[in-house]
């Protein structure tokens, strides 16, 4: 069974010759096997900041009301279904967890650490959203326990060097008051200093976030901040 149609697949054909099976592109997808090897899971999740005076203001966060992590505060999102393009998978999980709608986002970076979700090898990629402080109401539905906006700041607290590799810690604060949260995570980032950097996130401690959200939320807010000068 094929998994596009023969008018997508024509793109695939290359040179039109065949493979050292002898097969043709056709062939060769008749007889391919997707179940052969074992494949990741692919979800996403979104980011969404306020701004305000050109600063970012709030994050939205989702307490999880299911298994894995749950009843603690994460990023909206879930599963992409099999025919559903990234973009559109993180603005419809967005809507259904939150209600929020026509946002525009932009993709952050794909998170992969085969140990980052207990139920299977699961690759998150990450969105980046940014509106303008209260223009919108989150409200919790599908999965989501609870939704809530919460003022984010970051702490330096140290950075070292050793060889070329740049380490820092931070400490990552989101607090709700509607909702009297407080959520202080330490996270450690880690690059290389040049031109390609390889810069890497790391939880230390989460503070009452799911996975490795802090790490996610941190980079996020890093690259929102750059963007807004």
């Keep these: 069974m094929k998994y596009l149609s023969e008018e997508q697949n024509k793109c695939f054909i290359g040179t039109g010759e065949r493979n050292k099976a002898g097969e043709s592109l056709s062939e060769f997808l008749d ?76 993709q952050l970076k794909s998170y992969g650490d085969y140990d980052r979700d207990p139920r299977t090898r699961v690759i998150t990629t990450a969105f980046v959203a940014l509106i303008e402080e209260g223009s919108q109401k989150a409200k919790a539905g599908d999965d989501a326990k609870e ?34 949260v407080n959520i202080i995570a330490d996270v450690e980032v880690q690059y290389r200093k040049g031109v390609l950097k390889n810069r890497t996130y790391r939880v230390v401690e989460g503070g009452g976030l799911a996975a490795d959200h802090a790490a996610i939320i941190l980079e996020g807010y890093h690259r929102v901040r750059e963007a807004l000068g």
């Design 147 to 180: 939704a809530g906006w919460f003022d984010i700041s970051e702490e330096l607290v140290s950075e070292s060097q050793k060889d070329n590799t740049v380490s820092r810690r931070y400490q990552l604060k989101l607090v709700c008051d509607e909702k009297n």
């Design 31 to 106: 007889k391919y096997d997707p179940s052969k090897y074992q494949n990741p899971c692919n979800t996403v999740d979104t980011l969404v900041f306020t701004k305000k005076d050109g600063k970012i203001k709030r994050l939205l966060l989702i307490k999880r009301g299911n298994h894995p992590c749950i009843g603690l505060w994460a990023c909206p999102g879930g599963f992409v279904e099999f025919r559903e393009n990234l973009y559109d998978a993180a603005l419809r999980e967005l809507h259904e967890e939150t209600g929020l709608h026509d946002i525009e986002a932009e």
